[in-house]
């Protein structure tokens, strides 16, 4: 049989990788010193991780982007990277950062409607149009919100004007095979239902699968494999594999306004 875990494994086939989680918060915290309108740990549940940051444009807001981060469920939070948030800020869009509880305090399905509620906690606080994008874990966090079973209320849902899935993990049941799945602990049933491309789509919002080109195959087949059920249920889909990017470097474009993924991220292509 294949080696699941290391076709899962990110940081081992990455040169420096070990560095990367310590330089990441050091640059997201210097962001968040100079931010200007920086409304940190908003509640949106009783729960010690059920924060979410806001970060604000300078003049009036667009909408609500709200950015998931990643780290297999059970690692990092929202300080991790405030700082992918300024892409989208320079465009006047009010980015909304959540935490959740992590794996295995919590189990996925748990986290899944965590996403929910911060969502929806954010909606209440932000006008105008909603895009959902995430990191990984995040990918596969925002494309249930889009699923048939998706525990957004009405008013919420509609406002959604697109996914962008980023490295995203969309059918889940290969992990049953890696070591993680002892801290993940999903049955065979919890990672049928966790897998939104196992969903149909509750409507047509757009939804963006964006891969590194050099990221593990695995990383690839799971945005190819979203992108191409989900065509099927007349979701308008797109694929984008951006070449010589790796699983870490894939959402460095995020923090810039003029690069392609804040572009998509924000509707403007
Ligand atoms: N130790 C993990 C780290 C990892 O995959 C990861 C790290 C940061 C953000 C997202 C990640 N992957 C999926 O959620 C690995 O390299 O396999």
Redesign the pocket.
Known sequence: MRDWDDA?????H?PG?DKM?GQWAERAAAYRAGLKDFRADIAYGAGERQRLDLILPDGDSKGLVVFV?????M??DKSTWTDLAEGARQHGWTVALPSYTLTPAARISDITAEIAAAIAKAASLVSGPIRLAG????GHLVTRMLCDDSRLEPAVYNRIAGALSI?G?HDLRPLLKTKMNETLGMTMEEATLESAALHLPRGHSPVTAWVGGSERPEFIRQSDLMANLWTGFDVPTRLVVDPGLN??TVIDGLKDPSSPITARLIGLD
């Open positions: 899962y494994a990110n940081s081992a990455i990788s989680p981060h990643g780290g297999y469920w690692r990092f990191h990984s874990a995040g490295s993990l699983h870490f």
